[in-house]
């Protein structure tokens, strides 16, 4: 009895979950507001001409 009785409950939080991922609940409003505002992504220079330059001081 308790065994069909902790399936049938399962079974009801399986399905109210699914719901609730199709109606939108779990989607990220948030994040893509925010996300302009970070600076981009560093990336490593692949070349030699990606290389930062040294400065030279001059006088």
Known sequence: ML???SVVVAIIFFVAF???VKK???DDV???SVRMLFDDELVKPDSK???PVKK???N
Request: glycine letters at 6%; aromatic letters at 12%.
């Open 3 to 5: 065994l069909a009785i």
């Open 18 to 20: 699914i719901i609730s």
């Open 24 to 26: 939108g609940q779990y």
């Open 30 to 32: 948030y994040t893509p």
């Open 49 to 51: 001409e990606n290389q």
């Open 56 to 58: 030279v001081k001059s």
